[in-house]
């Protein structure tokens, strides 16, 4: 029992990440129905972000952690929003009457562009970080098997229930959340009727992004290493998690993120690690074949 509540703890933690990001592809998603590839490096970039911001705060003298961590978790969300951005003006916002697959094209584009700026300028090295925050809770030594709860695990999740109630609530309740949900459902008549398309479209890209560079902080404190590589795979599991909890809903990409986290651990804890993308992947095929919108999606319905 111990073995498997410490499972799920990691279980849980790494899905939190991976919701993390999958809200930022369900928004983009959400509202010009297009799949921004480029997502899972711009979470890479923020985790860079994070750590040069971290470096060079203990370079200048900064050693007090709360006040260092809130400084590198406020500037790598700036600057990383300035890349969402960047990439929305760019890849997006000139073919955004075009045909359904440039886009698409552009964006995978600018994913390769992201990797290969961060290879050339900080190299192909992983680059370490020493645990910065330490300590933690156990439980269950009397039986045998110590079930540890690292404080950076607590930290996580916090953060993720956190951003998730915040961004949730500014979808459902303020007028930058009633924009979108009116470009959701067409954006033709809500340029009609007074919205800045174009400015909603784009806060959206910042937002997700803001959000990766929290994922991408959250996964520099949680791993202690990151390279130029880190964001296409994490932009893979990302984007699975979104599909299975149903491309659009926030609630379903969090969702999606958890299962998938926890679909691979277990697999990894129970049976053998080579194989737990390919239980994450098959668990997404059957869920499809049973609900082809996802676990929490609605069906598409054709305007005519």
């Not at 040069?52 to 400084?71: C, D, E, K, Q, S």
């Not at 997700?208 to 296409?232: K, Q």
């Not at 993308?277 to 668990?283: E, K, L, M, P, T």
């Amino acid at each position: 029992m111990e073995y498997f509540l410490q499972q799920l703890i990691n279980g849980v933690t790494l899905g939190s990440i991976y919701g993390l990001i999958a809200i930022g592809y369900t928004m983009v998603y959400g509202i010009i129905g297009m799949i921004n590839f480029a997502h899972g490096d711009v979470f890479m970039v923020g985790s860079f972000m994070a750590l040069i911001v971290f470096l060079a705060l203990l370079a200048l003298g900064v050693t007090f952690m709360p006040l260092a961590l809130l400084i590198v978790l406020i500037l790598a969300m700036a600057l990383t929003s300035l890349y969402g951005w960047t990439v929305e003006r760019i890849a997006y916002r000139p073919l955004r009457g075009s045909f359904r697959l440039a886009p698409l094209i552009s964006a995978i584009g600018m994913s390769i562009f992201l990797q290969n700026m961060v290879q050339v300028a900080q190299g192909a090295r992983v680059k370490p970080l020493p645990p910065v925050i330490t300590g933690g809770y156990q439980f269950g030594a009397a039986e045998g098997f110590v079930v540890n709860v690292s404080n950076v695990q607590i930290i996580i999740v916090v953060t993720t229930i956190a951003l998730m109630v915040a961004f949730s609530l500014i979808v459902s309740k303020t007028p930058l959340g009633r924009a979108q949900r009116a470009c959701e459902q067409d954006r033709k008549m809500a340029a009609l009727l007074g919205i800045d398309v174009d400015r909603t479209i784009s806060l959206t890209f910042v937002m997700g992004a803001a959000l990766a560079s929290v994922a991408g902080l959250m996964y520099l404190l949680y791993y202690g290493v990151i390279d130029f590589y880190i964001g296409f795979v994490a932009g893979v599991k990302a984007f699975t998690a979104a599909v299975l909890g149903g491309i659009g809903s926030l609630p379903g990409a969090m969702l999606g993120g958890l299962l998938i986290g926890l679909i691979e651990t277990f697999w990894s804890a129970y049976f053998t690690v080579e194989y737990k993308d390919v239980a994450a992947f098959s668990i997404l095929a059957i869920v499809l074949i049973f609900l082809p919108s996802g676990l929490l999606g609605r069906p598409e319905v054709e305007k005519v």
